[in-house]
């Protein structure tokens, strides 16, 4: 005879019973549906935390089976906040689109739909907190902005579960998904020095207080460090915005320093231009973005993922009714894949 479980498993219909209402009202209040009031969803939440309810794993995982067998019906919307001066320049890059893309099938997925929403003179944070409010939108996704940064001081972030790509978003500090720009940028080094390359330069950007330079520049050294690189290249750091003598200042530092490859963080084209170089015929190049980097060669950052666990990141905070600002600060990286391509030739054949 199996000795008796102390502490048994609290129902669906237990927790229903002391409330007044039906099992399936509280399942789908668990789930945070918005199909139950926020104020109901609310006390059913707290009442089965007192009870002591555990979801049951392998129900779960049958109940995710069974509705992946057909797709979920749609029945609210997460927010992609889109603050650029030029809001159209966003998903020109062809990264962010991607974000966008993976954010958005993942999101259809679960029974939500991704919809962008601007900042601009008409639609302020205060406004497009109404509409979310209108709206019972509860999810956010913040993807990478320009340099123009919006006025958040007094939108309420303790009301939403967010989450950011990438650094370059300074306020609010919420979860992020980002590239693991340290560890791409170690592997595209060892990558280039595979093809037979030692004199590698590196083109990033002008300071550790750029949120996107310090990473790139950690990998490069360590890269180097490790490795081993021949007369240890200066690196090439780019203002923002860059001053009127950046074109000659390249072309000094190639005059110097003859690297046999670059390996670049920016879109380089104007600098190879005004020192007349070619791009395979006088330098080879490598970039940390293929896709926006301007060359064939160097690393996919596998955007598409990127925004796929950037919405899975956002969702876990909304069922988990975790809202605002975090006091601990999570960050997931997403690594990337080496491409080969014509931009740099294997120089070992």
């Known amino acids: 005879m199996e000795p008796e479980d102390p502490n048994p498993r609290v129902s669906l219909r237990q927790i229903a019973t002391r409330l007044g209402v039906s099992h399936v009202t509280v399942s789908i209040a668990l789930r945070d549906s918005p199909r139950v009031s926020a104020a109901l969803r609310e006390k059913i939440k707290k009442t089965a935390e007192e009870m002591g309810y555990r979801p049951d794993p392998m129900l779960h995982a049958l109940a995710a089976y069974r509705t992946g067998k057909s797709p979920p019906a749609i029945h609210s919307a997460i927010a992609w906040i889109n603050a650029w001066q030029r809001p159209e320049e966003l998903r020109g890059y062809r990264e962010f689109d991607l974000y966008w893309k993976g954010a958005s099938k993942c999101a259809a997925k679960f029974g939500y739909r991704l919809e962008e929403f601007r900042i601009d003179k008409q639609m302020n944070p205060h406004r497009l907190h109404q509409i979310f409010q209108a709206r019972n939108i509860r999810g956010i996704l ?25 650094r370059s978003l300074k306020f609010p500090s919420a979860h992020l998904v980002t590239a693991d720009q340290l560890t791409n940028t170690f592997v595209a080094v060892s990558k280039m020095r595979e093809r037979g390359y030692r004199r590698i330069g590196l083109v990033t950007f002008e300071t550790d207080l750029d949120p996107r330079g310090p990473h790139f520049t950690a990998g490069f050294l360590s890269a180097r460090e490790l490795l081993g690189d021949a007369g240890s290249l200066p690196i ?11 074109g000659d200042r390249f072309h000094e530092w190639m005059k110097r320093e003859k690297p046999d490859a670059l390996l670049s963080t920016v879109e380089h084209k104007i600098l190879l231009h005004h020192a007349g170089l070619r791009v395979p015929e006088d330098i080879a190049v490598a970039a940390t973005s293929i896709l926006d980097g301007g060359v064939d060669s160097g690393m996919d950052q596998n955007a598409e993922e990127i925004g796929r666990v950037g919405f899975l990141l956002l969702n876990s905070l909304i069922n988990d009714g975790s809202r605002g600002i975090p006091t601990i600060f999570r960050q997931i990286l997403v690594e990337g894949s080496w491409v080969d391509g014509t931009s740099l030739p294997d120089r070992r054949h």
């Open 142 to 166: 913040l993807p990478p902005h320009g340099p123009y940064q919006p006025d958040w001081k007094d939108f309420p972030w303790e009301e939403y579960s967010v989450a950011r790509f990438g």
């Open 236 to 246: 090439f750091r780019i203002e923002e915005p860059a001053t009127k003598d950046l």
